[in-house]
């Protein structure tokens, strides 16, 4: 964060450092964090998925949808800030405010969702409605 005198390479580092200690001082400790995160991201996505589906086919509303994925993002957010990273690398805490966090949490929630409604949308194609769109 510009404005806390943070460097996107320092919570990389920090992100190695939570999950792969062994590795946080070596040179590869940023694309390693970076690859952890991304990692991470996709799994939380894959994980979440079965709630956007459901919720989509039950409700087949954007808001609800995209509600819920905020609200999971939200309780990542706070399982992570006040359970795992306290005990895995309590200095990670340190270094963005949490309210930048907590935003970044709930844009990745956002967008996953979008991304996850769009890939459950049904589409017309010649009559048929039981074909799903690609990301393609």
């Known amino acids: 964060s510009v404005w806390h005198g943070t460097d ?6 920090g992100v190695t450092a939570a999950l792969a200690p062994m590795l946080a001082t070596s040179a590869a400790a940023v694309p390693v964090g970076i690859a ?24 087949h509303s954007v808001g609800m949808t995209l509600l819920a994925a905020l609200a999971a993002l939200a309780v990542v957010w706070m399982t992570n800030f006040f359970i795992v990273l306290p005990i895995l690398a309590p200095a990670f ?5 949490n309210p930048i966090t907590l935003i970044s949490k709930l844009l990745f929630g956002f967008s996953m969702g ?13 009559g048929h409605r039981n074909r799903r769109e690609s990301f393609g």
Not at 36 to 59: D, G, I, K, Q, T
Not at 93 to 97: A, E, M, S
Not at 114 to 126: C, T
């Open 8 to 13: 996107g390479w320092q919570v990389a580092r």
């Open 36 to 59: 952890l995160h991304l990692l991470l991201s996709v799994l939380l996505a894959a994980a979440l998925l079965p709630l956007v589906a459901w919720l989509w086919r039950w409700f």
């Open 93 to 97: 805490l340190l270094l963005l405010p």
């Open 114 to 126: 979008l991304v996850l409604m769009r890939a459950l949308r049904p589409v017309v194609v010649s």
